[in-house]
């Protein structure tokens, strides 16, 4: 059982930075209005739920990971 969370947890740190990997690459876009050229507010607004999901998935695998029972 220990080592299927030690497993879980090392596959959620991965699909993260993946995540953010593919954010940086730009492949999750954001929906942004045309009228972005002023403030980059509404583009960080339109990442924050891939960006969540990303940082998510890392917090998950960390905690599988540090709290194994020994």
Do not use: H, N, Q, Y
């Not at 879980?8 to 929906?31: K, N, T």
């Not at 942004?32 to 891939?50: D, H, K, R, Y």
Request: one cysteine or more; aromatic letters at 10%.
């Amino acid at each position: 059982m220990k080592s299927i969370r030690l497993l879980a947890g090392w596959l959620c740190i991965v699909l993260g930075f993946a995540v953010m990997i593919l954010i940086s690459f730009g492949v999750f876009d954001p929906i942004a209005p045309a009228e972005t050229g002023t403030s980059i507010v509404p583009v960080l607004i339109g990442m924050l739920p891939s960006v969540t999901f990303g940082i998510a998935l890392f917090a998950i695998g960390v905690w599988l990971i540090s709290s194994r029972k020994r």
